[in-house]
């Protein structure tokens, strides 16, 4: 299983940026995919994630200003963020749960989105 993450970069204060991450491989029964991030000096952190029933969850600090969606048929998740913030900067993860009776974990390789004040 491999994920592909793209969109990061630097931008300003107020500016808007998307991601996306396409996931490939032998992928059956999807939990959860998701967004983390992580600042330097800080631990990773669950940024927004969406179930196989459309459900979403948001943390508290980008709520209003990202939203997550997906392409179930090409299996992809995309971070619309609008509103940026220099606290927003930070490598920014993909990660799909699947499977069961037993969850298979996989994660991107990061990208980086920069916000400058």
């Known amino acids: 299983v491999q994920l592909e993450e793209s969109g990061g970069g630097l931008v300003q204060a107020g500016g808007s940026l998307r991601l996306s991450c396409a996931a490939s491989g032998t992928i059956f029964s999807i939990n959860t995919m998701g967004w983390y991030r992580q600042a330097p000096g800080k631990q990773r952190e669950l940024v927004a994630s969406i179930t196989s029933g459309a459900g979403t969850n948001y943390a508290n600090s980008v709520k209003g200003r990202f939203t997550i969606s997906r392409d179930t048929a090409n299996i992809a998740v995309y971070l619309q963020m609008n509103s940026l913030k220099p606290e927003d900067t930070a490598v920014y993860y993909c990660?799909?749960?699947?499977?069961?009776?037993?969850?298979?974990?996989?994660w991107g390789q990061g990208t980086q989105v920069t916000v400058s004040s």
């Open positions: 990660n799909i749960k699947f499977g069961w009776p037993v969850t298979y974990d996989y």
